[in-house]
């Protein structure tokens, strides 16, 4: 599989960003999906994940509440839905898939779209 992110930009302080994440391949449901962030100088950190069927979600703990991970499996697509989002969320956006995981934090995440640039900036 193949992955391709996209729905970055610039937004307002508070405002809300989509990202999507589209997967190549006909085995897109085979794979749990994780969205990572990285800003220069620091190591890339894990956002959110979904198992391959979509029935349980992960979270960074301080992202809780602002952030939603979904998938359309038919669509072979990741999405992740960013509210209220702060100027610290500036960062590029990766998503990623684990083979059959659970798109766990410290899950094997070994396919790697290209990343998609998210600036919060008033």
């Known amino acids: 599989v193949q992955l391709q992110a996209s729905g970055g930009g610039l937004v307002q302080p508070g405002g809300s960003l989509r990202l999507s994440c589209a997967a190549s391949?006909?085995?897109?449901?085979?794979?749990?999906m994780g969205w990572f962030r990285q800003t220069p100088g620091k190591e890339r950190e894990f956002v959110a994940g979904?198992?391959?069927?979509?029935?349980?979600?992960y979270y960074a703990d301080s992202l809780k509440g602002r952030f939603t991970i979904s998938r359309d499996n038919a669509k072979n697509t990741v999405y992740l839905q960013m509210n209220s989002l702060k100027p610290e969320d500036t960062a590029v956006y990766y998503c990623?898939?684990?083979?059959?995981?659970?798109?766990?934090?410290?899950?094997?995440?070994?396919?790697w779209g290209q990343g998609t640039q998210v600036t919060v900036s008033s």
């Open positions: 990623a898939a684990e083979y059959y995981g659970l798109g766990q934090p410290d899950g094997k995440f070994d396919i």
């Open positions: 979904i198992t391959w069927h979509g029935g349980r979600t």
């Open positions: 391949g006909r085995t897109f449901s085979r794979y749990a």
